[in-house]
Structures are given as structure tokens and as C-alpha cells.
T-cell receptor, first 112, second 117 residues
Framework: DQQVKQNSPSLSVQEGRISILNCDYT??????FLWYKKYPAEGPTFLIS?????DKNEDGRFTVFLNKSAKHLSLHIVPSQPGDSAVYFC???????????FGKGTTLSVSS | DTEVTQTPKHLVMGMTNKKSLKCEQH?????MYWYKQKAKKPPELMFV???????INESVPSRFSPECPNSSLLNLHLHALQPEDSALYLC????????????????FGEGSRLTVL
């Protein structure tokens, strides 16, 4: 049973518009969440994280929002660029704090 | 240098073969990980190595055997694998074993694509 869920396998957005990637989790004990980005033939790279004591964290064009009551987080990319086309993984740090639990990923395609 | 190096990038093996995947990091990181990723599935944790101690996901079959020659190397020995073990094997490292102290940042290698015939 998946503890981190990304229900949209893919998302297509035009360059310059906003991309919104969604993620849900089931374990209310999770208190740290992350987004990773993966290009083909490369390993995932860390993008942005958020602690459960916050509801928003921003880094340049990337903003992550956390809604603890809904057990939901989202990644906003504004403005989207063709170079943002990749697979985006949502992840949570496990309760022991020793490993990441990943969602299945969402493939973002940004067209110019 | 923020690189995690995995070799080989591609490996094809038969079910009776013995092979190894190698992973190396020179960032002085204290924890290293092996993840397995099948198509359209999330990466799944197999092993964690930190402070000279190996933690094993109990669901990982014994045909996968990790080895830590030193703090910068984490190998994965493969023996008598099954076709369903074909997957992308990702190695990662983190500065500390407690991921909450590092904002959960793992540094991943490019992966080793394994095909078992």
C-alpha cells in the first residue's frame, strides 16, 4: 500500500504558464517532504523540501505548498520552461528519519 | 565534487551468473543507499549503510547481497537473480544518516540498468 501517492502520471503545460504537480500521503506522522526531479539516463536530483511546521517554501521559480490537514502537497513551477520537462518525484522522510519513501512520479512536459 | 558514481551503467546477466554493481562517493557522506526502480514504479529502498552499520529492508531477497569495503563504497552482489529483478538500481548518499538534519537531500548516481535473462 503506497504511503506517498502521485495520482497524475503526466502533465503537459505551455512555456511561461504555471505547472502544478500534486502529491498525497497517508501517514500523518510524516513531517518532512521533498521533491526530486529526474531527467532520462540521470539519477534523481533534489529540488526543494518542506518541513511540516511550514505550509510554504519557495526557491526561485519553485514553490512547495503543504496542507497537513488534507495530507496533500503540491509543487508550483512559475514560469514553466522547456528545460523543466522531466519526471518529478514526491517523497517523504520515513518515521525513523533514515530513508525516503517515493511516489510513482509525474512526467511534466513543457512545450515552447 | 558532488558525484556519486555507479558502474556498470548497463548489465545483462543470466539467472546463473554472479555479478556486482559498484557505487562510490567522495563527498565524505556518512550514509549510502541502494534503491530499486521498476518501470512506472517509485524507487524502493533496498539497503542503507551508515556509521559502518548496514540496515536491510526485510523484503529484499537474499540473492541481493550488499558489501561495504569502506565508507565511500557500497557494492551490490547479485547471484541467481530472476527476470523480475530486471530494473534500474540507484545508489545514493547523504551527508548524515538522519535525513531530517539534511532536509532529506540524497545525492543519486545515474543508476545501473540491470536485465536478467
Amino acid at each position: 500500500d503506497q504511503q506517498v501517492k502521485q495520482n497524475s502520471p503526466s502533465l503537459s503545460v505551455q512555456e511561461g504558464r504555471i505547472s502544478i504537480l500534486n502529491c498525497d500521503y497517508t501517514n500523518s506522522m510524516f513531517d518532512y517532504f521533498l521533491w526530486y526531479k529526474k531527467y532520462p539516463a540521470e539519477g534523481p536530483t533534489f529540488l526543494i523540501s518542506i518541513s511540516s511546521i511550514k505550509d510554504k517554501n519557495e526557491d526561485g521559480r519553485f514553490t512547495v505548498f503543504l496542507n497537513k490537514s488534507a495530507k496533500h502537497l503540491s509543487l508550483h513551477i512559475v514560469p514553466s520552461q522547456p528545460g523543466d520537462s522531466a519526471v518529478y518525484f514526491c517523497a517523504a522522510i520515513n518515521q525513523a528519519g533514515t530513508a525516503l519513501i517515493f511516489g510513482k512520479g509525474t512526467t511534466l512536459s513543457v512545450s515552447s | 565534487d558532488t558525484e556519486v558514481t555507479q558502474t556498470p551503467k548497463h548489465l545483462v546477466m543470466g539467472m546463473t551468473n554472479k555479478k556486482s554493481l559498484k557505487c562510490e562517493q567522495h563527498m565524505g557522506h556518512r550514509a549510502m543507499y541502494w534503491y530499486k526502480q521498476k518501470a512506472k514504479k517509485p524507487p524502493e529502498l533496498m539497503f542503507v549503510y551508515s556509521y559502518e552499520k548496514l540496515s536491510i529492508n526485510e523484503s529484499v531477497p537474499s540473492r541481493f547481497s550488499p558489501e561495504c569495503p569502506n565508507s565511500s563504497l557500497l557494492n551490490l552482489h547479485l547471484h541467481a537473480l530472476q527476470p523480475e529483478d530486471s530494473a534500474l538500481y540507484l545508489c545514493a548518499s547523504s551527508q548524515e544518516s538522519s535525513l531530517t538534519s539534511t532536509a532529506g537531500e540524497l545525492f543519486f548516481g545515474e543508476g545501473s540498468r540491470l536485465t536478467v535473462l
